[in-house]
């Protein structure tokens, strides 16, 4: 009687047809198709843990990078919570890790990309000048290298003109330029300075009967537009690229 062996995905071998080391070969196949299996049926929760758990973060360090509490985080790995896109983008970023392999659509869980951070000036107002001359950044704040560029900055919002796309307390990450003319970054969020004071609005500009008028707002819509002329003291002292932090 022939004796056949199965590996629980399909295939069969004869012991008595195959060498001793080919049969050491399908056995450790075996393995590794169990491990792949077992992977694929992670959840996102223990994935972000695997992850977290491998590059050696705490999960107050993965929350704080991604911008989540500690509580969410830890419901998260648990399966007590479900992720949104927004959240599953945030965190993926902090892992540096495909979002696909964050929810099980990736064939990449065994080769995720090193987690790199590199610390930046944060300010508590915008800065007059370059951030790397100020001496106002008494604090830094982690941002993962591939964001990191010498001419940006982290920037803690006291501002409530942004709500609700920019609340009180975010931490935003803003690229430093102050040349920049306000019709090339239409619709931007940009920090700017208004006869000295700093504010925080999408900038635009507008032709009319007066000339062209440089306007600033809000998406609060109880903070009134700001028209400017082009004789007023206004300056653009960077441009909001990403949001990187912010508390639940």
């Given at each position: 009687m022939i004796e056949h062996e199965?590996?629980?995905?399909?295939?069969?071998?004869?012991?008595?047809?195959?060498?001793?080391?080919?049969?050491h070969i399908f056995q450790y196949?075996?393995?590794?198709?169990?491990?792949?299996s077992q992977q694929r049926l992670q959840t996102a929760g223990q994935r972000i843990k695997r992850r977290r758990q491998e590059l050696g973060l705490n999960q107050v360090a993965l929350a704080r990078a991604a911008?989540?509490?500690?509580?969410?985080?830890?419901?998260?790995?648990?399966?007590?919570?479900?992720?949104?896109?927004?959240?599953?983008?945030?965190?993926?970023?902090?892992?540096?890790?495909?979002?696909?392999?964050?929810?099980?659509?990736?064939?990449?869980?065994?080769?995720?990309?090193?987690?790199?951070?590199?610390?930046?000036?944060?300010?508590?107002?915008i800065p007059a000048g370059p951030p790397s001359e100020s001496q106002e950044a008494a604090e830094t704040w982690p941002v993962l290298k591939h964001l990191w560029s010498p001419d940006y900055y982290c920037l803690r919002l006291t501002f409530d003109s942004m709500e609700p796309t920019l609340k009180p307390g975010d931490i935003v990450l803003v690229?430093?330029?102050?040349?920049?003319?306000p019709l090339h970054v239409q619709g931007k969020i940009c920090a700017c300075l208004v006869?000295?004071?700093?504010?925080?609005?999408?900038?635009?500009?507008?032709?009319?009967?007066?000339?062209?008028?440089?306007?600033?707002?809000?998406?609060?819509?109880?903070?009134?537009?700001?028209?400017?002329?082009?004789?007023?003291?206004?300056?653009?002292?960077?441009?909001?690229?990403?949001l990187v932090s912010r508390e639940l």
């Open positions: 199965s590996n629980g995905f399909g295939f069969f071998l004869e012991k008595r047809v195959i060498s001793d080391r080919h049969w196949m075996t393995q590794i198709y169990r491990q792949i911008g989540v509490t500690q509580g969410y985080l830890s419901a998260v790995e648990t399966g007590r919570r479900h992720l949104g896109s927004a959240t599953i983008k945030r965190l993926a970023e902090a892992l540096d890790l495909p979002p696909a392999v964050i929810i099980g659509q990736a064939a990449a869980h065994d080769n995720p990309q090193p987690y790199e951070a590199t610390d930046v000036p944060l300010f508590g107002s690229h430093y330029r102050p040349d920049v003319e006869e000295g004071q700093p504010t925080l609005k999408r900038v635009s500009v507008e032709h009319t009967d007066r000339g062209d008028m440089i306007i600033l707002r809000g998406d609060n819509p109880n903070v009134p537009p700001l028209a400017l002329d082009l004789s007023q003291d206004f300056s653009i002292q960077g441009v909001v690229v990403k």
